[in-house]
């Protein structure tokens, strides 16, 4: 029961949405452009040598790690500021917590004012989940523009490993019961070439004379 209310917690952490936010979209997203990147990174000492490591993993991270990681996108504008909050699923620990970004963007001026990634170890500001969304937003803003509008209040794709089966199996291949063919000869050839050639496959096991499949017609 204790290991249901937190998995409920942790459902109701991610997905509730925060007061006076509203859920981010293709055309309420605000624009980061490369002006505002090389301003944000020039001013923020990505240079310094205490930033190597991070920066490190930064650049070792997949670059389709921030489309896929996250989630549930909201926003609330104030003025000229627009804030932006996010979910991001862990690149490695898929089921471990999910890191909650906040990133605050002047719209009037076209500056990156602030952002923090909650929980996380890394120096403040300079974790790859923070630099995953502003490069994120930063697509989204160089995508053209479209009639379509795209919802990002979702689960990511990778969150869904979590409740996807770890293994698949034949029923999860088909929506009937497969069928096997009732034509034996093809594996009967084959255990007759196995023996010849005394094969270490562990299929021959199961057609030991004392085994239950010794006869290929009953599989």
């Known amino acids: ?8 917690r942790r459902q109701e952490q991610v997905t509730i949405m925060e007061a006076d936010f509203i859920k981010a979209n293709s055309s309420n997203l605000p624009k980061i452009d490369v002006v505002m990147l090389s301003v944000f990174f020039a001013s923020n000492n990505f240079c310094s040598t205490e930033f ?26 104030d ?8 979910k991001i699923c862990p690149e490695y620990k898929v ?8 990133l605050t963007v002047d719209e009037e001026d076209g ?21 995953a969304f502003i490069m994120w937003i930063h697509r989204r803003s160089e995508e053209p523009s479209s009639s379509f509008t795209e919802c990002y209040w979702r689960k990511s794709k990778l969150s869904q490993i979590r409740t996807n089966p770890k293994y698949m199996t034949v029923k999860h291949m088909f929506k009937s019961s497969p069928s096997l063919p009732s034509d034996p000869s093809v594996l009967v ?25 010794h006869n290929p017609e009953n599989v």
Do not use: W
């Open 189 to 213: 050839e084959f255990l007759e070439e196995a023996k010849k050639r005394k094969l270490n496959c562990k299929l021959l096991k199961y057609y030991e004379p004392n085994s239950s499949f």
């Open 79 to 86: 003025g000229k500021l627009c804030v932006i909050k996010c």
């Open 52 to 77: 190597c490591n991070d920066k490190t993993s930064i650049s070792s991270s997949q670059t389709s790690y921030g489309d896929d990681a996250i989630s549930f996108v909201q926003l609330k504008r």
């Open 111 to 131: 500056v990156i004012c602030s952002f923090e990634c909650h929980g996380c170890v890394a120096p403040q500001g300079c974790c790859k989940h923070a630099m």
């Open 95 to 102: 089921h471990a917590n999910v890191y909650a970004v906040t």
């Open 1 to 8: 029961m204790a290991l249901y209310g937190l998995k409920l």
